[in-house]
């Protein structure tokens, strides 16, 4: 090989990468904070479309789209009422989602329970007397669960405004924790 190709190559790649730099969705210099706290949360990395669905909202019975919160960080979780981890990371999720929805958060959970029933039974055990200020869904089917390839839960995902998977999160976490706190105050 002479040098010249392989000054060309270098160059070449080069110039791919920082156009490749240039068109990413994600500028991480515009997120301070995002990459910080999702890897002091444990979480990954996702940087994907987040897939569209549409359930029945277990409040009102109304037909509702992920897309409908477009515009909106998206705190996405899949749980079930007869997950214990579930049930414990609920009251962090509820502090968390009181503390943010007016500056632009929406916390949809996605209730995989087989029966309306036991979401409706654990909701009114959880905050009896109060309405939450999550959004609840429900899918005993699990395809929205499916579609974002959730093998366990409780599992959330962050989305962004623009309607792109920040990160995901396996696992009860403790959403009242700084970390989790920095995640959500720059993405807003």
Same mark, same amino acid.
């Given at each position: 090989?002479?040098?010249?190709?392989? %000054?060309?190559? @270098?160059?070449? +790649?080069a110039v791919a990468a920082?156009?490749?730099?240039?068109?990413? *969705?994600?500028?991480?210099?515009? %997120?301070?904070? @995002?990459?910080? +706290?999702?890897?002091?949360?444990?979480?990954?990395?996702?940087?994907? *479309?987040a897939p569209d669905f549409q359930l029945p909202n277990v409040d009102t019975g109304q037909q509702m789209s992920l897309s409908d919160f477009r515009?909106?960080?998206?705190?996405?979780?899949?749980?079930?009422s007869f997950c214990e981890p579930c049930r414990r990371e609920m009251p962090s999720m509820e502090n968390?989602?009181?503390?943010y929805k007016n500056r632009g958060l929406e916390m949809v959970a996605v209730s995989l329970d087989p029966e309306q029933q036991d979401i409706n039974k654990f909701m009114n055990e959880f905050?009896?007397?109060?309405?939450?200020?999550?959004t609840v869904l429900w899918d005993a089917a699990g395809q929205s669960s499916q579609a974002y390839g959730t093998e366990f839960i409780p599992e959330t995902y962050i989305i962004d405004?623009?309607?792109?998977?920040?990160?995901?999160?396996?696992n009860e976490y403790d959403w009242t924790r700084p970390e989790a706190k920095q995640l959500i105050e720059a993405l807003l």
């Open positions: 090989m002479n040098s010249q190709y392989v %000054k060309m190559v @270098v160059l070449g +790649a920082f156009v490749a730099v240039q068109l990413a *969705p994600w500028d991480l210099s515009e %997120k301070e904070g @995002v990459a910080e +706290a999702v890897v002091d949360l444990q979480g990954e990395w996702v940087d994907r *479309p515009g909106k960080v998206i705190f996405l979780n899949f749980w079930a968390l989602v009181r503390q905050l009896p007397g109060q309405r939450s200020a999550m405004r623009q309607g792109r998977i920040v990160a995901r999160f396996v």
